[in-house]
């Protein structure tokens, strides 16, 4: 694992000892709360900036000349597991864009308001209907931004409240990521506990299912208390049945997915099918999915004008020079936040290799954990404390497996059990914390909006730092185990089963 191999390789020194390490990432969250929650602003920019601050700061207290410090940057900002995320957010970007285009969020106003799912039940019915998606396709990342660009908007037009929506919307993304079986977070989660998938998704259900009923009970009584305002508004989008042919669309990235395909070539085959049916039925054109705006004096300009993809402007227009469509807007709106995870990233590798991972992980076994209970509550804040550092929560599982697989070793725990605690905390916490990785790119998905929508503003625009109380499923699911680990409830050891006893189940 990540913290086991900077052991072995060269370490950076710094003045005030390990714990120095952690400070680039202190930072930022300082500067992520003070941004979010003090001022309001949720601008992903400003983060990229305070990472960057962050790390240049971090950089005055290591001793040497700087060069390990730098070349761990590097390090850090080329780990998989962040391309990971990265590759899943654009091609979520793109299918929810081209599904908007298509109507789908017509589709969505229609069928509420045929089936009589208004304002107070919508956002019950989006937790659910999320939980479904990310359990299928096995990330919640993508589950936010298909949902934030589609159910989102739907939501708002017929009134229901718009932090609620959101929080649904995470929420189902927390269920997707902790029990889907093809889950990165559920892969690492198994993978280092010494564990077999198949085992840890059947022992976790029942934690996962009673966290969602209650989080179902807590959307529908908010729901009815909580509600937004109906637009009424000149150009607003009406209902239209057409739009739902999409579902078919997700229905074959979910199909996909859960016959063992990539979640990349899952995405491709409902996007190239919803581009098809766009076209095919006339809800979007060619020029609607993809357009370059060529300057007149561009060297083949006029000549190839006539294609419908290519749109001849005058050399001094806004858009002379420039690319749009539903492709290239459904992934640029996530540029900044890309940035921000490669630098976020890069912040939690000098932590490890600076020895601050070592240092908290030591002093937390070795004061904290004293018996088998406290053990277990020192996993589920643990890995809660770590994912509150790192915003990209396999990143941050990957970071605290090996602590929670030694306090588990020592104590005799059941691997299903560790595997267990550490996913269910990394999933929930991802999508929690306004800094979050969960809960920005929800965000940026969100401001697309402004711009697609005419009758969306933005006041309509959750910022990240108010939507964490109610990300509901995720505080039950942390509850659940937090309240498991001090009472003892659910708790195996070794001897009680083995990995290839649930695996023949």
């Not at 983060?47 to 790390?55: C, K």
């Not at 990265?86 to 599904?99: C, H, Y």
């Not at 966290?211 to 009424?232: H, K, R």
Request: charged share 10%; proline share 3%; net charge negative.
């Amino acid at each position: 694992m990540e913290a086991e191999r900077a052991r072995s390789e060269p370490q950076i020194q710094f003045y005030g000892g390990k714990w120095m390490s952690t400070l680039p990432i202190a930072l930022f969250i300082a500067w992520a709360i003070f941004q979010s929650g003090f001022l309001g602003v949720g601008d992903t920019t400003g983060l990229v900036i305070g990472m960057l601050v962050s790390l240049i700061v971090g950089m005055l207290f290591a001793k040497g000349d700087w060069k390990t410090y730098a070349n761990t940057i590097f390090e850090g900002m080329t780990q998989r597991v962040a391309a990971t995320a990265i590759v899943a957010w654009l091609w979520a970007g793109m299918f929810a864009q081209v599904l908007q285009d298509g109507g789908f969020v017509q589709g969505l106003v229609w069928a509420a308001e045929a089936l009589s799912v208004g304002a107070a039940l919508f956002p019950a019915a989006t937790f659910i209907l999320a939980a479904l998606l990310a359990t299928g396709i096995g990330t919640g990342y993508g589950t936010t931004i298909a949902f934030t660009g589609l159910f989102f908007p739907a939501g708002v037009l017929i009134g229901a409240s718009p932090v609620l929506m959101f929080g649904a919307i995470l929420s189902g993304a927390v269920f997707g990521d902790n029990l889907a079986p093809v889950s990165d977070t559920t892969i690492v989660s198994a993978v280092t506990q010494d564990s077999d998938i198949g085992g840890v998704v059947a022992s976790r259900f029942k934690y996962a299912i009673f966290a969602a009923i209650l989080a179902f009970v807590g959307y529908v009584v908010a729901g009815s208390m909580m509600q937004g305002t109906p637009v009424s508004a000149e150009g607003v989008l009406q209902g239209d049945p057409v739009g739902l042919v999409h579902l078919l669309s997700m229905l074959i990235v979910i199909v996909t997915a859960i016959s063992g395909r990539h979640i990349v070539e899952a995405i491709s085959w409902g996007l190239i099918f919803a581009v098809v049916v766009n076209i095919a039925l006339g809800l979007a054109s060619i020029g609607k999915l993809l357009i370059f705006y060529a300057p007149r004096n561009g060297p083949f300009a006029q000549e190839l004008g006539f294609l419908p993809i290519v749109q001849v402007v005058a050399p001094d227009a806004d858009n002379a020079g420039t690319v749009s469509g539903s492709l290239y807007a459904g992934a640029e709106g996530f540029f900044a936040l890309i940035v921000l995870t490669l630098l976020i990233v890069a912040g939690a590798q000098i932590m490890i290799r600076g020895g601050g991972f070592a240092a908290l992980q030591d002093w937390l076994l070795n004061s904290v954990a004293t018996s088998v209970r406290r053990a277990e509550t020192t996993m589920v804040l643990g890995t809660a404390m770590v994912n509150a550092m790192i915003t990209i929560n396999t990143a941050a599982e990957i970071a605290i497996a090996p602590y929670i697989a030694r306090i588990g070793q020592r104590f005799n725990v059941n691997g299903y059990r560790r595997a267990n605690i550490l996913d269910a905390n990394s999933s929930a916490m991802g999508y929690i914390f306004p800094w979050g990785g969960g809960v920005l790119v929800g965000y940026a998905t969100m401001i697309g909006l402004v711009e697609r929508f005419d009758w969306f503003t933005q006041s309509m625009l959750v910022n990240p730092a108010e939507v964490w109380l109610y990300v509901f499923h995720g505080w039950f699911l942390f509850g659940v185990f937090l309240l498991s680990a001090l009472t003892g409830f659910g708790l195996e050891y070794v001897s009680d089963r083995r990995a290839e006893e649930v695996a023949r189940v």
